[in-house]
């Protein structure tokens, strides 16, 4: 989950990088890296590094003032999986001969035969890390590169390297003889290249190449690209021409800036009502039946679809437990939520009657990746709830419902849960459509509920004041409870996680009806418990739950539905949300605990968009 950028072309290449790379950090800021070709003219090409631990800002303080010139170099910005988080590990890793430097987001299974091989080769290591050794390797294999044929020798003793190569990972490298040229390869983790103007990109996101272009290509796996000013060349592993996924990204680099306020998490919580906005323009037809942005299978397939199984991680998740209601409410489909990294490994009975929903913000959750892959070798149809065009989640499935929220930098989700919400609740009415479970204008009338859901959005942030006035007590507590029922339960989980997430308090969600079953001895007095509590089915069962938790000292804060007076009878705070069908109240009932959740880690001194530990996009298992 590393973030990568390279570049090669007519301007010096340093800023071009370290521009690239603060658009990137939030993928990983354990370290930070460049390696530029240092090609000037007089003296053979030689290869200058630059790697520091901590953020990137480290790194720029590091290079200021340095003389370091090049036109094509590498960047990138570490999540430590093999290795420290120190200088040594950092990355640019070059090889014993110095010849050869490499950046690299994923992991290397099997590393460690191919670095035993290589010790007995006499190849030494300086570093604990498992990228290293695909570059000595690679160091190894270019002189008989270099002797089979014509074009790049770096290219053909890449070509070589991969192929013994196993785990999931995108790899960029640079050779100081071959001056202006960068090769990458892909497998299972993301890469995407650029042209412009006499220049060439490439980035582990698109966010990283959008002041250059928006017109991206997509490496698939196990192609290698070779990149120099004029143009990029895409192979296989056995150098036969090829060609990846092309796109147009739909959103500019001021979409990825703060725009005035303190924090990206802040800006992208304001920024919900636009974004469920997007994801709901364009939903039907002429006709007014819903569709979806992309369908491979005959839509026959998906009517008669006997069971659910959506598969996600963290708060991917809680939108899936979400869905799993409406789901059943309105299609009368029997739903299974699965955490996508336990799915395959217990051998899951799945047939072709089984949609499998895969839920991933940047669909390249690599364990996500994973179950939709099982899935669909197990004959399911797999249906992607993604952010991202052209990722490899939405590429894989049989079918695809973007949620366009736009670029989400802070690693704490806000937006892109609101929006996965909003988009599984579309499919719940899509399948409820197919089967008839719904008339027509049943269907439309739940649709224009959807549609005023921005406009309440707005209203329930207004709340911002009153939770970080709350926010203040909740930052002395030493535990925070919060629990719900029904479509309450998942926004009790997300809560929790929220506030774990961004200020490190101990906070857990729970059932509510769960409580008496052990979760209640936890409580003390003047401990904070956040209710979901509003108006539904189970409403008088939570009031029982907030009374139980009360008894016993705990202080209350009850997210509840405007006009419920009566709420106030049983809790020390309550934060309204305006009323809406019960199934629609998750997509407001979360943005009062973001902002408690942003408000608590600011009175803390956190670091809100980069918590410690965490990096966005999991693309490693």
Same mark, same amino acid.
């Given at each position: 989950?590393?973030?990568?950028?390279?570049?090669?072309?007519?301007?010096?290449?340093?800023?071009?990088?370290?521009?690239?790379?603060?658009?990137?950090?939030?993928?990983g800021?354990?370290?930070?890296?460049?390696?530029?070709?240092?090609?000037?003219?007089?003296?053979?090409?030689?290869?200058?590094?630059?790697?520091?631990?901590?953020?990137?800002?480290?790194?720029?303080?590091?290079?200021?003032?340095?003389?370091?010139?090049?036109?094509?170099?590498?960047?990138h910005t570490?999540?430590?999986?093999?290795?420290?988080?120190?200088?040594?590990?950092?990355?640019?890793?070059?090889?014993?001969?110095?010849?050869?430097?490499?950046?690299?987001?994923?992991?290397?299974?099997?590393?460690?035969?191919?670095?035993?091989?290589?010790?007995?080769?006499?190849?030494t290591?300086?570093?604990?890390?498992?990228?290293?050794?695909?570059?000595?390797?690679?160091?190894?294999?270019?002189?008989?590169?270099?002797?089979?044929?014509?074009g790049?020798?770096?290219?053909?003793?890449?070509?070589?390297?991969?192929?013994?190569?196993?785990?999931?990972?995108?790899?960029?490298?640079?050779?100081?003889?071959?001056?202006?040229?960068?090769?990458?390869?892909?497998?299972?983790?993301?890469?995407?290249?650029?042209?412009?103007?006499?220049?060439?990109?490439?980035?582990?996101?698109?966010?990283?190449?959008?002041?250059?272009?928006?017109?991206?290509?997509?490496?698939?796996?196990?192609?290698?690209?070779?990149?120099?000013?004029?143009?990029?060349?895409?192979?296989?592993?056995?150098?036969?021409?090829?060609?990846?996924?092309?796109?147009?990204?739909?959103?500019?680099?001021?979409?990825?800036?703060?725009?005035?306020?303190?924090?990206?998490?802040?800006?992208?919580?304001?920024?919900?009502?636009?974004?469920?906005?997007?994801?709901?323009?364009?939903?039907?037809?002429?006709?007014?039946?819903?569709?979806?942005?992309?369908?491979?299978?005959?839509?026959?397939?998906?009517?008669?679809?006997?069971?659910v199984?959506?598969?996600?991680?963290?708060?991917?998740?809680?939108?899936?437990?979400?869905?799993?209601?409406?789901?059943?409410?309105w299609?009368?489909?029997?739903?299974?939520?699965?955490?996508?990294?336990?799915?395959?490994?217990?051998?899951?009975?799945?047939?072709p009657?089984?949609?499998?929903?895969?839920?991933?913000?940047?669909?390249?959750?690599?364990?996500?990746?994973?179950?939709?892959?099982?899935?669909?070798?197990?004959?399911?149809?797999?249906?992607?709830?993604?952010?991202?065009?052209?990722?490899?989640?939405?590429?894989e499935?049989?079918?695809?419902?973007?949620?366009?929220?736009?670029?989400?930098?802070?690693?704490?989700?806000?937006?892109?849960?609101?929006?996965?919400?909003?988009?599984?609740?579309?499919?719940?009415?899509?399948?409820?459509?197919?089967?008839?479970?719904?008339?027509?204008?049943?269907?439309?009338?739940?649709?224009?509920?959807?549609?005023?859901?921005?406009?309440?959005?707005?209203?329930?942030?207004?709340?911002?004041?009153?939770?970080?006035?709350?926010?203040?007590?909740?930052?002395r507590?030493?535990?925070?409870?919060?629990?719900?029922?029904? *479509?309450? =339960?998942? @926004? !009790?989980? %997300? #809560?929790?996680?929220?506030? /774990? $997430?961004? +200020?490190?308090?101990?906070a857990?969600?729970?059932?509510?009806?769960?409580?008496?079953?052990?979760?209640?001895?936890?409580?003390?007095?003047g401990?904070?418990?956040?209710a979901?509590?509003?108006?539904?089915?189970?409403?008088?069962?939570?009031?029982?739950?907030?009374?139980?938790?009360?008894?016993?000292?705990? *202080?209350? =804060?009850? @997210? !509840?539905? %405007? #006009?419920?007076?009566?709420? /106030? $009878?049983? +809790?020390?705070?309550?934060?309204?949300?305006?009323?809406?069908?019960?199934?629609?109240?998750?997509?407001?009932?979360?943005?009062?605990?973001?902002?408690?959740?942003?408000?608590?880690?600011?009175?803390?001194?956190?670091?809100?968009?980069?918590?410690?530990?965490?990096?966005?996009?999991?693309?490693?298992?």
């Open positions: 989950m590393c973030g990568i950028i390279g570049y090669t072309g007519p301007d010096p290449a340093l800023r071009v990088l370290l521009d690239g790379l603060a658009t990137l950090e939030y993928r800021y354990d370290s930070a890296g460049v390696v530029l070709v240092d090609d000037r003219p007089g003296a053979p090409a030689e290869l200058a590094v630059r790697k520091r631990a901590g953020k990137l800002q480290v790194l720029v303080d590091d290079v200021a003032g340095q003389d370091l010139t090049g036109s094509t170099g590498l960047g570490r999540w430590a999986t093999h290795g420290d988080p120190n200088d040594r590990n950092a990355h640019p890793h070059v090889s014993g001969d110095g010849n050869v430097a490499v950046i690299h987001n994923g992991i290397i299974e099997n590393y460690a035969d191919l670095k035993s091989e290589l010790l007995a080769n006499g190849y290591f300086r570093s604990d890390t498992d990228t290293e050794v695909v570059v000595q390797l690679v160091a190894a294999l270019y002189d008989r590169a270099a002797q089979s044929g014509e790049s020798p770096l290219a053909r003793a890449v070509r070589i390297a991969v192929k013994r190569l196993e785990g999931a990972f995108s790899l960029a490298f640079v050779d100081r003889r071959e001056p202006g040229v960068i090769v990458a390869v892909r497998r299972e983790a993301p890469m995407v290249l650029g042209h412009r103007d006499g220049a060439s990109l490439l980035a582990s996101d698109v966010a990283g190449l959008l002041a250059h272009t928006r017109d991206v290509e997509a490496l698939l796996n196990d192609q290698v690209a070779i990149l120099t000013a004029d143009g990029i060349t895409v192979t296989d592993l056995d150098g036969a021409p090829a060609s990846g996924h092309r796109f147009t990204v739909d959103w500019d680099v001021a979409d990825a800036e703060m725009q005035g306020f303190a924090h990206f998490m802040l800006k992208e919580i304001h920024e919900q009502p636009r974004a469920v906005r997007e994801t709901l323009l364009g939903r039907t037809d002429d006709d007014g039946r819903i569709v979806l942005d992309d369908l491979r299978v005959p839509s026959e397939e998906l009517r008669h679809v006997d069971k199984v959506i598969v996600a991680c963290g708060t991917s998740f809680h939108s899936g437990m979400v869905a799993k209601y409406a789901i059943e409410h299609a009368h489909i029997p739903v299974e939520v699965e955490i996508a990294s336990e799915f395959r490994y217990r051998d899951p009975i799945l047939s009657h089984m949609l499998v929903v895969a839920i991933s913000q940047s669909g390249e959750t690599a364990d996500t990746l994973a179950a939709a892959a099982h899935a669909r070798a197990q004959g399911a149809t797999v249906v992607a709830i993604t952010n991202v065009v052209g990722s490899s989640l939405a590429r499935a049989d079918a695809v419902l973007y949620t366009r929220a736009g670029p989400e930098i802070a690693v704490a989700s806000t937006k892109a849960f609101t929006t996965q919400m909003v988009a599984l609740e579309i499919l719940a009415l899509y399948l409820a459509q197919l089967r008839r479970a719904l008339f027509p204008d049943e269907v439309a009338d739940h649709l224009a509920r959807m549609h005023a859901l921005p406009a309440l959005i707005e209203e329930v942030l207004d709340c911002e004041r009153q939770m970080a006035d709350l926010a203040q007590t909740v930052a507590a030493r535990y925070v409870m919060f629990f719900g029922r029904h *479509v309450g =339960l998942p @926004i !009790a989980l %997300e #809560g929790a996680l929220k506030l /774990k $997430e961004i +200020s490190y308090l101990h857990e969600g729970f059932p509510a009806g769960e409580m008496k079953h052990g979760p209640i001895a936890l409580i003390d007095e401990g904070p418990v956040v979901l509590a509003t108006r539904g089915h189970v409403r008088s069962k939570i009031i029982s739950n907030i009374e139980q938790v009360k008894g016993r000292g705990a *202080v209350v =804060l009850a @997210i !509840a539905t %405007e #006009g419920d007076t009566e709420i /106030k $009878e049983h +809790s020390d705070h309550v934060v309204y949300v305006p009323d809406v069908h019960e199934l629609l109240t998750p997509i407001l009932t979360v943005v009062p605990l973001q902002l408690l959740s942003y408000h608590v880690a600011i009175a803390l001194g956190r670091d809100v968009d980069q918590p410690r530990n965490l990096a966005k996009t999991v693309t490693v298992e």
